[in-house]
């Protein structure tokens, strides 16, 4: 099985910056794409950032040019530094991670989620 560990979290001013993680681990044997989602309260999980293998991004039209996603293959964990934070920002954040698992062939996770809330 597969394991995602999110951190990073937390309360922030408005205008601040954080940077969340998501680690990977199990028995994944190969990583294929990486994103990030959220969820604000009362509304429905939606798509903030993606970063395929090869390394081509995308972002909302809501966070481009404020966050950014990578990711360290060889730790097999994703970032979103997240700049600029904006109280709409505030929701709980959620990776996704694609990819080929040892003797399951291709499956797709979820993290727990890491609480974001930026308020002055």
């Known amino acids: 099985q597969v394991q995602l560990v999110e951190s990073g979290g937390g309360l922030v001013q408005p205008g601040g910056s954080l940077r969340l993680s998501c680690a990977a681990s199990?028995?994944?044997?190969?990583?294929?794409?990486m994103a990030w989602y959220r969820q604000a309260p009362g509304k429905q999980r939606e798509f903030i950032a993606h970063?395929?293998?090869?390394?081509?991004?995308s972002y909302s039209d809501s966070t481009k040019g404020r966050f950014t996603i990578s990711r360290d293959n060889a730790k097999n964990t994703v970032y979103l530094q997240m700049n600029s934070l904006k109280p709409d920002d505030t929701g709980v954040y959620s990776c996704y991670v694609d990819g080929i698992v040892d003797g399951l062939g291709f499956r797709s996770y979820w993290g727990q989620g890491t609480q974001v809330t930026v308020s002055s």
């Open positions: 970063l395929t293998r090869g390394g081509s991004t």
């Open positions: 199990g028995s994944i044997f190969s990583i294929n794409a």
